[in-house]
């Protein structure tokens, strides 16, 4: 089976092909850095809107790469949830639209779903079961995975995520946007025992995180301080510190807790070099393996959704004709292909 995906849930349009048995055929991505970095970080409203613009332009370069025409796709995925509704829509329609009209059949992916398979698409993969860390902008949990759609998430960020934390220090230290990516590079040449900053919720029972208060208790420093270069280095270095600590122990104690031997790791902060060396000295001595997607499908990408459709579609998966996107939707709440969807009460 080939698939096309198609990515759109925030401010990065992604589009891939993806063939059962050959692998990845193309992928071509176009990130809206630029066009929301003067406001310092993403409008819903442009980002749907530069999403029209450039997501059949970018179709046509992935079939292109690939040497396929519209009629050797087998089926389209597309990311329908959760993520910002309008980004999300745009997608969706243009997905389902082209399956109607090529008579293929399509699928609606979970984003996060789309992200836990990354892993795969490299040549040397996990297999299920594992353990799942899920660490981006808007999202940080720690998810047993036993099957395709089958998940069971065992912690979850109940305020900021890991991502949304970098992004809102580095800010407070002013560097530019985006912020997580800057800041990290920053602490490359900081010194992390300058300052001591809480390591969230290591001293409850659970596996649930908590990263406003490290946030808050960056902004308390930084008040005090007359910021330079150094200084600037010194106070991200601390603040990558423990964050990095505070995954790391929490990951330790997913992997004793469910006794899985593997660790997968990805969402946009599973490239940061510093988490990636901290949970390689772990499994070093645990005795568990780790693996991570390159670091362009650790951000948000179409290569993962067709990954994921393939795996749905062939499945025997199908869309309705309506074109379905949630803004909010729970992992949690999906099952495998053929498995009615387990939906949760809004009320």
């Keep these: 089976m080939r698939v096309l995906g198609i990515e759109t849930s925030c401010d990065e ?36 809107r530069d999403h029209i613009r450039k997501l059949v332009p970018l179709i046509n370069e992935s ?106 220090t580095a800010k407070l230290l002013g560097l530019p946007y985006p912020g ?22 290591l001293r409850r029972p659970g596996l649930d995180f908590s990263f406003s208060g490290l946030k808050t208790a960056v902004m308390l420093t930084v008040r005090h301080l007359d910021l330079d270069d150094g200084l600037r280095a010194d106070v991200a270095a601390a603040f990558q510190a423990a964050v990095v600590d505070t995954l790391a122990a929490k990951c330790r104690r997913a992997m004793a807790q469910t006794g899985a031997p593997t660790l997968v790791v990805a969402g946009g902060v599973g490239a940061n070099r510093a988490l990636r060396e901290r949970l390689d000295s772990l499994a070093g001595e645990a005795d568990w393996d780790v693996f991570y997607p390159r670091p362009e499908f650790c951000t948000d990408n179409g290569a993962m959704i067709a990954y994921a459709g393939m795996l749905r579609l062939s499945g025997g998966e199908r869309a309705g004709l309506s074109i379905d996107a949630r803004a909010r939707w729970s992992l949690d709440e999906l099952r495998p292909p053929g498995e009615k969807e387990k939906r949760k009460s809004t009320h």
């Excluded at 910002?84 to 329609?93: C, P, T």
């Excluded at 997580?180 to 919720?201: I, K, N, T, V, Y």
């Design 13 to 48: 349009t992604g589009v891939a092909v993806y063939d059962q048995r050959q692998g990845l055929l193309s992928h071509a991505l176009y990130s809206q850095v630029a066009l929301h970095a003067r406001y310092g970080g993403v409008v819903p409203e442009l980002a749907s």
């Design 63 to 168: 079939l292109a790469e690939a040497g396929l025409e519209p009629g050797d796709i087998d089926g389209v995925a597309y990311t329908a949830g959760p993520g910002l509704i309008g980004a999300l829509l745009v997608g969706a329609a243009v997905g389902r639209s082209l399956a109607w009209a090529w008579g293929r059949p399509a699928v609606g992916i979970h984003h996060m779903e789309g992200h836990l398979l990354a892993p795969m698409l490299e040549a040397s993969a996990p297999t299920m079961p594992f353990v799942a860390l899920l660490v981006s902008g808007g999202h940080t949990m720690l998810v047993e995975v036993s099957g395709l759609g089958r998940y069971r998430i065992l912690g979850e960020t109940l305020d900021d995520a890991a991502g949304e934390a970098f992004d809102k």
């Design 180 to 201: 997580g990516p800057e800041l990290a590079r920053l602490a490359e040449s900081g010194d992390p025992g300058r300052f001591d900053f809480p390591r969230p919720m």
